[in-house]
Nanobody, 115 residues
Framework: VQLVESGGGLVQPGGSLRLSCAAS????????MSWYRQAPGKERELVAT????????NYVDSMKGRFTISRDNAKNTVYLQMNSLTPEDTAVYYC?????????WGQGTQVTVSS
């Protein structure tokens, strides 16, 4: 299993970013996928989850209406569109797979929201 995140960077408050996670080594279309994030000095937290076919999504309340998780099973990629970013969204964002009781993580992509 390999998960490779990309798309992070420095953005001003109120700005947007789109993160991508390219997956390989497993049947991507058979598994739900999630995004997590970890801010400096804080525990890693769930951001959003999408079902295997993309028909259902769930978000942490603080991200509802600002973040959108989606996937393209033909490209084995899951996305996180982030809008109206605030400095509190600064964190390393991780793609996550739960498969056969084991969690797999990518290396993460840094998102910094600052003026």
């Amino acid at each position: 299993v390999q998960l490779v995140e990309s798309g992070g960077g420095l953005v001003q408050p109120g700005g947007s970013l789109r993160l991508s996670c390219a997956a390989s080594g497993f049947t991507f279309s058979s598994y739900a996928m999630s995004w997590y994030r970890q801010a400096p000095g804080k525990e890693r937290e769930l951001v959003a989850t999408i079902t295997s076919a993309g028909g259902s999504t769930n978000y942490v309340d603080s991200m509802k209406g600002r973040f959108t998780i989606s996937r393209d099973n033909a490209k084995n990629t899951v996305y996180l569109q982030m809008n109206s970013l605030t400095p509190e969204d600064t964190a390393v964002y991780y793609c996550n797979l739960l498969r056969f009781g084991r969690r797999y993580w990518g290396q993460g992509t840094q998102v910094t929201v600052s003026s």
